[in-house]
């Protein structure tokens, strides 16, 4: 079973930036989709980031040109790593690592199985 463990939230100005990591415990990482999310309190669970086995990445809208979703191996570890940049208060959410195998639309939270328990950003105006 695949393990998903977010980390790098936490509190920025408008306009600043932060990183968040997925690490992945399994060795055929590179096989599944993965993808990051997002809720805020009170809405539905946002998808802003995926990327497939061919290495393919979507981005929402929202985040399209101030995020940018990476996959890497350093050292023994499987990271997804989500760059943030330009954030502002509409940003603010608890971000969740997603994985699966068989994905048809990679933003959907409906099409994963398997979750990280996520992190927490706020962006303060």
């Known amino acids: 079973q695949l393990h998903l463990v977010e980390s790098g939230g936490g509190s920025v100005q408008v306009g600043g930036s932060l990183t968040l990591s997925c690490e992945a415990s399994?060795?055929?990482?590179?096989?599944?989709?993965m993808a990051w999310f997002r809720q805020a309190p009170g809405k539905e669970r946002e998808g802003i980031a995926a990327i497939g086995s061919d290495n393919v990445i979507v981005y929402a809208e929202s985040v399209k040109g101030r995020f940018t979703l990476s996959r890497h191996r350093v050292d023994r570890k499987r990271l997804l790593t989500l760059r943030m940049n330009g954030l502002v208060p509409e940003d603010t959410a608890t971000y969740y690592c997603a994985a699966d195998v068989l994905i048809r639309d990679p933003l959907s939270p409906n099409e994963y199985t398997i979750w990280g328990l996520g992190t927490p950003v706020t962006v303060a105006s």
């Open positions: 399994d060795f055929t990482f590179h096989t599944n989709f």
